[in-house]
Each structure stands twice: as structure tokens, then as C-alpha cells.
């Protein structure tokens, strides 16, 4: 299995200078599985709530998702991604795994950390594992490592590689 990552430093707030920076990054990438930061499209450091508001997106009607669902197809990997997830009035700081056949997985992070606590909802998902070239691989983000619990539950969930998208503030 060959697994990737592309790290960067987002222009906060511009989605599709950031999703261009990506797709051009990864437009001949070969892997099994590529993952990405928290947060690569939006950026990290939001002012409030609706400042976030204005730049979340629900994954199953996003142009951003639809993209990279489309680099997937043509490169044929799969792909963890940090990304600003808008689901009714709820705002998420998310984990997709995304791959040829679109969202295979959603993960909302479970401990916000510092700010994020302002604008951000807490998780409201199970932590769960999906097969990716026949390894089961899991989902946190950033400071979720710090709670050893995050990990026991996705290794009992049968995890045998745990994807982590992180956002490094300090
Ligand atoms: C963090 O959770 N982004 C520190």
C-alpha cells in the first residue's frame, strides 16, 4: 500500500486558490491513499461564526468535494481530507474519506480545541473504519490525539492505520 501527504500553507479564506494549489499538487500523484491538513480549503484561524458560516460547506452539494471526488477518479486513490462541514444549522470541523464513488465516510471532530470551541459544533458521529486497498483505516483531527480514547476506540474498531489531519497552531 503507498499512502501520501501533502502539506501547505492555506491563503485563509479563498477556497479555490486553495482546492487549485491541491489539484495541481496531486494531478499525477500515485498512491493508494493521499491525506490532506485540517482545514486546507478554508483555512484555520476564523474570526467567529459566521465568518465560518460563509465559507462551510455541505459535502454532498460542494463544488470543492465534487473536484477532488474527480482527482480520485482520474488517479484512482482515495483521499483524507480536513474540510468545513455545514450540516443544517450545525458547522463541523470534518474528516472526509473521499474516493472514486464519492463521500465513503464522514468524521466530525469530537475535541475542539481552544477557539474552535466558539464557532465549531462538538462531533456528533461514531469514530469508524472503512477499507482503503485492503487496510482499514480510521479518522481524528488534530488535538483529538491528546484524548487517548480517540485511538483505543478506533483500534477496537479494528483500525490498522489512523489518518490524522492536523492543523499545528502552537
Ligand atoms: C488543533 O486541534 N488544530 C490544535
Given at each position: 500500500m503507498k499512502i501520501g501527504f501533502y502539506q501547505f500553507t492555506p491563503v485563509f479564506g479563498n477556497i479555490q486558490v486553495n482546492l487549485d494549489k491541491i489539484l495541481s499538487a496531486l494531478q499525477d500523484a500515485q498512491a493508494d491513499l493521499i491525506v490532506l491538513p485540517e482545514l486546507p480549503f478554508t483555512g484555520?484561524?476564523?474570526?467567529d461564526r459566521t465568518e465560518l458560516a460563509g465559507l462551510a460547506e455541505d459535502p454532498r452539494a460542494s463544488a470543492t468535494v465534487k473536484a477532488l471526488v474527480e482527482l480520485c477518479q482520474r488517479q484512482g486513490f482515495q483521499l483524507v481530507t480536513g474540510f468545513a462541514e455545514k450540516a443544517g444549522d450545525k458547522i463541523f470541523n470534518s474528516a472526509l474519506l473521499l474516493g472514486p464513488s464519492g463521500v465513503v465516510n464522514v468524521y466530525r471532530k469530537l475535541h475542539l480545541f481552544d477557539r474552535e470551541k466558539l464557532y465549531f459544533d462538538p462531533g456528533d458521529l461514531p469514530l469508524r473504519v472503512n477499507p482503503v486497498a485492503g487496510a482499514k483505516i480510521g479518522m481524528m483531527i488534530c488535538?483529538?490525539?491528546?484524548?487517548?480514547e480517540t485511538c483505543r476506540v478506533l483500534a477496537l474498531e479494528g483500525a490498522e492505520i489512523i489518518c490524522h489531519p492536523s492543523n499545528l497552531v502552537l
Open positions: 484555520y484561524l476564523f474570526a488535538f483529538d490525539w491528546i484524548f487517548p
